[in-house]
């Protein structure tokens, strides 16, 4: 299975972007996909994640509010809205997936066993 991230660019604080991350390559079994982000001062964090079947969604607090996970079944597609963008939101953003995990594991990018090569968001103040 191949995740392709795309979406990322410059913009402005409060600004908006929305992230989309393609599966392509293979099926798995009741997936879960999650994006993650990774800044030069930060270890990676979890962001968000939608379980595909039953389109459960769990979010960051930081991202609660802000941002919006969501998947399009007939394009294999998993997108991340973000609104309302700060300086400290800038980091590559990485979705990853894996299958069968259990809402407990969701924010955990140790269980994810498929990623993507991540997108660049960089808001500017």
């Known amino acids: 299975v191949q995740l392709q991230a795309s979406g990322g660019g410059l913009v402005q604080d409060g600004g908006s972007l929305r992230l989309s991350c393609a599966a392509s390559?293979?099926?798995?079994?009741?997936?879960?996909v999650g994006w993650f982000r990774q800044s030069p001062r930060k270890e990676r964090e979890f962001v968000a994640a939608?379980?595909?079947?039953?389109?459960?969604?769990a979010y960051a607090d930081f991202a609660k509010g802000r941002f919006t996970i969501s998947r399009d079944k007939a394009k294999n597609t998993v997108y991340l809205q973000m609104s309302s963008l700060k300086p400290e939101d800038t980091a590559v953003y990485y979705c990853?997936?894996?299958?069968?995990?259990?809402?407990?594991?969701?924010?955990?990018?140790?269980?994810?066993?498929?990623w993507g090569q991540g997108t660049l968001v960089t808001v500017s103040s």
């Open positions: 939608i379980r595909w079947s039953e389109g459960n969604t």
């Open positions: 990853a997936g894996n299958s069968r995990l259990i809402v407990s594991q969701m924010r955990n990018g140790y269980a994810y066993n498929y």
């Open positions: 390559g293979g099926t798995v079994s009741n997936p879960t």
